[in-house]
């Protein structure tokens, strides 16, 4: 499974190849996989990560990637948690 | 004691009086737009004899309470035709808190006249504003410190605000000098110039901070709010590293960058637009990532940005500026956006409005789709105030009529900023029924919609956007544009409760009265009752909240979702009512 990934800022060291924050992960198999597991190809913990979008869509890690989808992630230095919960879609 | 310098510009004297009493702890936002609703005719010209200007810092200016510098500046819009406040940081409002002085108000028929007032602690008067009437921003503001000292800081107008164009801005001095602060919203520099007053001149040398009444108190709460602000992730690496601009990356994938001229949700070549880029660049070519626009700023959201030889281009490329000049026209050149940030800064107009003309020209064929050296030239039609600078020196709207363009994104006039309301639609809502126009700060839904601070709501869908974007646009008013607080401190003051309580108790402690949180969020509600109050005078209805139909009508891509938050919603927001009568 091959899926296109788009990294924001300080994200971007944990994939120098990528250009503009942006490249290409392959997983084994045909997928689908949950978007964490797209995040640990790219050895990116669950903590350095607060917005994840799927195909523009705002998404949880458990969220399915598939093949072909686009997947940007970007780190809680523009967003935080707060005592309410962020809604996600998570299929 | 805290004065108002009253200048009539018609008489040519500038005279202080004592602030009155049921004003005595208003500021900034709240203290403007009592004063235009107090002492403007809502139907009056807004570039007639009869509008006034009215600068005022906020409650916590010239204090130690961080990023507390921010100045509003309000009239009769010439854009919107209802209430205007736009605000700015820069040196300005810090200064006139030292001085004492809670808001200058400028009235009269200048009869051709022009004119630089100049403020010290020694007192006001009325300079000769001839010298200096007719040059750009950047030049003036070092003619003016040349005449009057390395130090003072200034507000001024630009060949946009002398010439009446209805886009054009008020500038303020940030702590290099540079003019690159701005009120920019609505054409409050035309209302400067129509008073004839080029520029204020501030020397608040050998004058005090000012004074807090319970010394203790406010330090213990200033202490609170300083923690807060470097503890939130937002505010202490996010702006601070990256700047506003880290948003443009973010907005693009939840598929809500306005591109070209609102027909698209996505750009590109966003990537070199982005924050990232953009820091960059700051990196590489000894520009600065990272930079206050005020004294006492901690945030530091600015940046200092220069070309490729190292050489000073602009100050202050942000997001807005970014989006507006950038995606909006389908222009993937950073370094030419930073050179129109300039120009727009230097000539005096508002960056997002000035995006939202040059969409709107590239889709009436005026210029290619792009063509940023096209937009660069023609920024120098508006600077000599041409046939066509008049064009697209008015706004959007205008643009629209002169170049037969129907696909306006505006509201009451007002170009909408970077956010496209179909895709993040509580932000929709406040560009709907802000007093002010499409106004994205006036009730940033975005942070909530997106960013998951203080809640979240669904950005797609229509449910629960309206009461969202009313209890912000009345914290946004009392918490923030009546206190002189930049607004970037929403970001830890609505995920912290000791955060968004440390300021009541900061102006509780200046002005040694008792003022809580509920207090606040109460005057913010009594601002914006007293501006729709003001706007209805003016002639605004309802129909005037509204998006403009092409919104509900065009599926927006990548989500293909129109508008649809029902009429009736957005009127409860406003709360339609008879005119408030204002004691």
Redesign the interface.
């Known amino acids: 499974m091959r899926v296109t990934v ?1 990294l ?2 300080i994200l ?1 060291a944990k994939a120098p190849a990528f250009v ?3 490249g290409i992960v392959e997983l084994p198999g045909e997928g689908p996989f949950a978007v964490s597991d797209v995040m640990a190809a790219l050895d990116i913990r669950p903590e350095e990560v ?2 994840i ?1 799927r ?4 998404v949880a890690p458990v969220a399915r990637a598939r093949d072909g989808d686009r997947v ?1 992630l ?1 780190p ?7 005592q ?4 996600r879609k998570t299929d | 004691m805290a004065k108002i310098l009253r200048v009539d510009v018609g008489a040519g004297t500038a005279a202080f009086e004592e602030v009155p009493a049921d004003l005595a702890v208003l500021g900034g936002r709240a203290l403007t737009s009592t004063l235009v609703a107090r002492e403007v005719d809502p139907k009056a010209d807004a570039l007639g004899p009869d509008n006034k200007i009215v600068f005022a810092p906020g409650l916590l200016a010239g204090t130690t309470a961080p990023n507390s510098g921010r100045i509003s500046v309000g009239c009769k819009s010439p854009l919107t035709g209802g209430i205007k406040e736009a605000n700015s940081g820069g040196q300005a409002a810090g200064r006139l808190g030292r001085l004492g002085i809670a808001a200058i108000i400028v009235q009269g028929d200048p009869k051709g006249k022009t004119y630089v007032l100049h403020v010290s602690k020694d007192g006001a008067r009325m300079d000769d504003g001839a010298p200096f009437w007719g040059k750009g921003n950047y030049d003036a503001a070092a003619a003016l410190r040349a005449a009057y000292g390395p130090k003072v800081a200034t507000i001024q107008v630009g060949p946009a605000g002398e010439h009446g164009m209805r886009n054009s801005s008020v500038a303020t001095t940030d702590p290099e000098g540079n003019p690159a602060r701005h009120a920019g919203r609505g054409g409050v520099g035309a209302v400067m110039g129509a008073r004839g007053l080029k520029a204020i001149v501030i020397d608040d040398a050998g004058s005090d901070r000012a004074p807090i009444k319970d010394v203790d108190r406010f330090e213990k709460a200033r202490k609170t709010l300083v923690e807060g602000v470097k503890s939130h992730p937002v505010t202490s690496q996010g702006l601070t590293n990256f700047g506003t601009a880290i948003l443009v990356n973010i907005i693009n994938e939840a598929g809500a960058l306005p591109t070209h001229n609102f027909h698209d949700g996505r750009f590109d070549k966003a990537e070199a637009i982005s924050g990232e880029t953009l820091h960059q660049n700051c990196e590489d070519r000894g520009g600065k990532r990272s930079h206050g626009c005020m004294t006492g700023c901690i945030v530091h959201c600015s940046n200092v940005y220069n070309d490729k030889e190292g050489t000073y281009v602009s100050s202050g490329v942000e997001y807005e500026t970014i989006w507006a000049l950038g995606a909006n026209c389908d222009n993937d050149d950073i370094d030419a956006i930073a050179r129109l940030d300039y120009l727009c800064d230097d000539i005096g107009v508002d960056t997002i409005e000035m995006g939202g003309t040059f969409g709107v020209a590239m889709d009436g064929g005026l210029l290619g789709w792009g063509d940023a050296a096209r937009m660069i030239e023609l920024m120098e039609e508006v600077r000599n105030d041409t046939d066509l600078g008049k064009k697209i020196g008015n706004g959007a709207g205008h643009a629209g009529k002169a170049f037969g363009v129907t696909h306006v994104p505006t509201v009451k006039n007002q170009s909408m900023p970077a956010y496209d309301p179909r895709g993040i639609k509580g932000i929709g809502v406040t560009y709907a029924t802000s007093t002010m126009g499409a106004d994205h700060t006036a009730g940033y839904a975005v942070a909530t919609n997106v960013l998951g601070v203080g809640g979240s709501v669904d950005p797609l869908v229509a449910e629960g956007q309206c009461g969202l974007s009313q209890n912000l646009q009345e914290a946004t008013a009392g918490f923030f544009d009546s206190t002189g607080l930049c607004l970037f401190l929403a970001f830890p003051c609505l995920d912290q409760p000791d955060s968004l309580a440390a300021i009541p108790e900061l102006v509780s402690a200046k002005y040694g009265v008792e003022i809580s949180v509920a207090d606040m969020a109460a005057a913010g509600a009594k601002v914006l009752e007293v501006e729709r109050g003001f706007n209805r005078g003016a002639g605004l209805t309802e129909v005037d909240d509204r998006l403009p139909e092409f919104f509900s009508k065009e599926p927006l891509p990548p989500h293909n979702v129109v508008w649809d938050v029902a009429a009736s919603e957005l009127d409860k927001v406003c709360a339609w009512s008879p005119v408030v009568e204002l004691g």
């Open positions: 788009k924001g800022s971007r503009g924050g942006e607060n917005v979008y195909n523009h869509v705002l940007a970007f809680p230095i523009f967003i935080h948690f707060s309410f919960y962020l809604e």
